[in-house]
């Protein structure tokens, strides 16, 4: 029975020096692979594809603003950085970004949905979520939305306290044009058909209590001067036994006083 004998020293050396030279061969073409890969303009984006909502967002504007922001090509691309920059643009809510190779982006765009403006100027709008955003000074066609206004970051309890007034006041046939939580925490609204109510402090659904007083009983005192709840011009709610009311041409207490501590209200 035959049994073969190991290889010489030196030709098993040999074989390792060769197996060690093919593979450092192999790893370096690989390697400058990967860096023309890396940096080869024939993988530089050249093109981004928008799909969803574009309704406020001009695609080529919003693509050349983009570009100028993105870095890297295809392989080198950062996605979450690149869907930071879309989502930095007005109006766009959530931005999802992918490679089409070799040298493409798709991104699926949500844009918000607004429910009111924000603030005193006109470039901020609020969604169902109580977020604020940025128009860009780009409004477009939303519709007679009311007008919210509050301290920062208090935009979400603002909307809750709008919600639950127009549910409030619905009874009457009013409804709200804005609303404002001033930086003292009181609450100012301005009704639909031109009037103010001074609301006090309180949670939304304290204001939603006193609104509703005011629905119940507004029309009675109303009917008895030929007037009805939209002729409602004014009305304080301040009051723990009562509520102020001037209807146009009439009022309850003259127009120049405001409320005073122990001033004797407009009773129900």
Known sequence: MSQSLPL??????????TTLFLTALLLGCAAAGL???LRSPAFAIRGIT?????????????????AQR????FFTLDLQAARAVFQSAPWVRSAQVRRVFPDR???????????????????????EQGRVFDTGGIAGDVGNLPRLSGPPGQAALTLEAFHALNAALAPAGLGLRALELTPRGGWRAELDN???VELGRGAPADLAARAGVLTATAPEVAARHQRGPRDIEFADLRYQAGYALRLRGLTTEPAS???????SPARR
């Open 105 to 127: 982006l798709e991104v699926t765009l949500r844009e918000y949905a607004p429910v009111a403006f924000w603030g005193e100027g006109g470039s901020q709008m609020v969604d």
């Open 194 to 196: 031109g009037g103010v």
């Open 8 to 17: 010489p020293l030196d030709v098993r050396l040999t074989n390792m020096a």
């Open 35 to 37: 860096w023309w890969a």
């Open 257 to 263: 006083q405001p409320p005073r501590p122990g001033a």
């Open 70 to 73: 993105l870095s890297g090509n």
């Open 50 to 66: 928008l799909h969803g909502d574009t309704a406020h967002s001009s695609p080529d504007g919003l693509r050349a603003r983009v």
